[in-house]
């Protein structure tokens, strides 16, 4: 059952969904579930989830067509039909990080609601209290530090004094953030605009190719074919 859904700022949703105790019970954190609309595509998405008191929420950036789309449709007065498929990934990674005495988490941007959950699963086991927690997030956009910080950071600092937490804004620093006064939080600014904007890659011969960079990836994508013929006559002829 969908609870409510808001805006941040004008990339950044976030879904509240009730859940059923089992269904909060089952989840592990750092898995997602996948998320279908079928009045957008017939395919569905993965979309990190984060658990709450009878309630689950994402919190996603609008990047492409279905999430632009889906935030649009979540702002309407007409919902669409929404279904989610899951538990995905990993259930061990809270037992996998035990294993050390320092876990380091780094999250980028939207990436670090993978995490919320986790962290928050750590601060509370007895087999965690002598570990030492450290959380670096780099994010640009203001507005979603701002909720991160106050619905979840604030209170896992609120509940653990050995989490250690930085956050490098990356965003103009006249945008001012709410800078917390616990010192186990820290907040850099920064304007270093070296090196070229991240642009995905993807593996597509489709594209255009310009630059050594391209004709590295149709190469590759040659040498594969290649080799993967060469096996397949291989196995024909023997």
């Avoid at 959380?135 to 991160?148: D, K, M, N, T």
């Avoid at 310009?210 to 190469?219: V, W």
Wanted: aromatic share 8%.
């Amino acid at each position: 059952k969908l609870v409510s859904s808001q805006r941040i700022d004008d990339s950044i949703t976030i879904l509240t969904i009730q859940a059923s105790e089992e269904a909060t019970s089952q989840y592990k954190p750092c898995q997602h579930v996948m998320v279908k609309v079928p009045e957008i595509s017939r395919l569905s998405h993965p979309f990190s989830i984060n658990r709450g008191n009878h309630e689950m929420q994402i919190v996603f950036r609008e990047t492409g067509h279905f999430t632009k789309t889906f935030a649009s449709l979540l702002c309407s007065e007409r919902l669409p039909e929404i279904y989610l498929d899951g538990y995905n990934g990993s259930s061990r990674r809270v037992d996998n990080a035990l294993r050390h005495d320092v876990i380091l988490v780094i999250a980028a941007g939207i990436g670090i609601t993978a995490y919320l959950s986790f962290l928050d699963t750590l601060i509370t086991l007895e087999s965690a209290k002598n570990k030492e927690l450290v959380l670096h997030w780099v994010c640009r956009e203001s507005p979603l530090i701002q909720f991160i910080q106050r619905e979840y950071l604030n209170k896992l600092l609120a509940k653990a004094c050995r989490l250690h937490m930085t956050i490098h804004r990356t965003s103009d620093p006249n945008n001012n953030c709410s800078v917390t006064a616990n010192s186990d939080m820290r907040h850099y600014d920064s304007q270093n605009t070296q090196g070229e904007p991240f642009t995905p890659s993807r593996f597509n011969v489709l594209r255009s190719l310009h630059g050594f960079g391209r004709m590295g990836a149709l190469l590759t994508y040659g040498v594969i074919i290649g080799l993967a013929s060469s096996v397949s006559l291989y196995g024909y002829w023997n």
